[in-house]
């Protein structure tokens, strides 16, 4: 089986290489396997336990991960990085939270296709709706399970 | 034989007698993530936990040590330690952090500190706890065994 592996470079704090977890910023999965681009998801959220088992959770379905510590670190990477498949972004986090990331992948008329999943550790249906209202494809209570986020991607990512 | 009593002495740390709840069905979830191509994801994620929880305790003794206690930001933090030993299986520690966030909600001092003392050790007798099986597991590799996957139930 013809495979490819690339290397996603983001500014971020907790890295998957190769199933490792290396602390330098990168995170690594199959791009392609016999010539079909594997799904690739990005995965948000300031926690460096979250990103890493969110990760660990998308690399077990063999989705490209690429993690990165913040909303603005994640604007960045969409810029440069155009085959983004889904976002999956904690809620809760500094400076811009997940519902402002979702929102400005919405306002985005090269970004608003992809399906962002909200990720939070409280379940307040006023916060779920609003994300919902905004576009989120789901509301994921955490820590998240791993038969909610491949359901999730077996729905978003085809 | 040898890896049949290793196996008994996981279980009865992981969840038996001794177990007392220091690991939650959480944990399982990590260990299911766990494979050959990852063979030690179990263990990096569990030192990220310490890692972080280790900066959040030393922050929050800073900020409850300031004349004029913010505590939305003790609450702020004590929210990211929930959320992280939550995510780890941690479930003492994080029940702890649920008291914590009450008192925080109070404005209440001497509850914050004495649940940032109470967290401060169950944060240890978990570390002491995952220590012990992360030996044990390298004990039962290294005898030819499988590590055992603990049941959600």
Known sequence: MATTTTTTTATTTTTMKGGKVTGLGEVTGVAEANGVATPHVLAVDDSSVDRALIAGVLRSSKYRVTAVDSGKKALELLDLE????????????PEMTGYDL?????????????PVAIMSSEKV?????????????????????????????????? | MEVSRLQRRFFKIFGGVDGKGFLDAQFTELQHLQDENNPNFVSEVVSLFFEDSERLLNELSRTLDQQIVDFRKVDAHVHQLKG???SIGAQRVKNVCLAFRSCCDENNLEGCLGCLQQVRQECYLVKNKLDALFRLEQQILAAGGAVPIMSKD
């Open chain 1, 102 to 114: 979702l929102k400005k992948v919405k306002e985005s008329s090269e970004l608003r296709e992809i």
């Open chain 2, 84 to 86: 992280s030993s939550a």
């Open chain 1, 125 to 158: 249906k006023a916060r779920e709706d609003s994300c919902m209202k905004e576009g989120a494809v789901a509301f994921l209570k955490k820590p998240v399970q791993r038969n909610e986020v491949w359901s999730l991607c077996h729905r978003w990512l085809r």
């Open chain 1, 82 to 93: 155009p085959n983004v498949n889904m976002i999956i972004t904690d809620y809760c986090m």
